[in-house]
């Protein structure tokens, strides 16, 4: 069973910048799309990011374009997700995710998840 571990979360002030990490427990996630998630306090979860099994495909949200960076480096097993120019609608638990579909899907339906880490956008 592909288990997944976020880290990387923390505070930051506002226009700061952060790197979140979701490692995998195996090398099966090389086959798989990651995507990033956040659920803010009291708000619905969305979709931050998406990579393709190769990481040449990716795709982001309205709301991060242009500050936020996916990547993935298969042979650490390990998918990041480089925050910039954060600001307090940042703020949220953030979760990483795996799908065993071929490409990144439009809907949430993933079967592997992470724990979550934390980010706190604040003065």
């Known amino acids: 069973q592909l288990q997944l571990v976020e880290s990387g979360g923390g505070l930051v002030q506002p226009g700061g910048s952060l790197r979140l990490s979701c490692a995998a427990s195996?090398?099966?996630?090389?086959?798989?799309?990651v995507a990033w998630f956040r659920q803010a306090p009291g708000k619905e979860r969305e979709g931050v990011s998406c990579i393709s099994s190769d990481g040449l495909s990716t795709n982001y949200a309205d709301s991060v374009k242009g500050r936020f960076t996916i990547s993935r480096d298969n042979a650490k097993r390990t998918v990041y997700l480089q925050m910039n120019s954060l600001n307090p609608e940042d703020t949220a638990v953030y979760y990483c995710?795996?799908?065993?579909?071929?490409?990144?899907?439009?809907?949430?339906?993933?079967?592997?998840w992470g724990p979550g880490t934390l980010v706190t956008v604040s003065e």
């Open positions: 195996e090398f099966t996630l090389f086959y798989y799309p």
């Open positions: 995710a795996a799908t065993r579909r071929s490409s990144c899907p439009s809907d949430p339906q993933f079967e592997y």
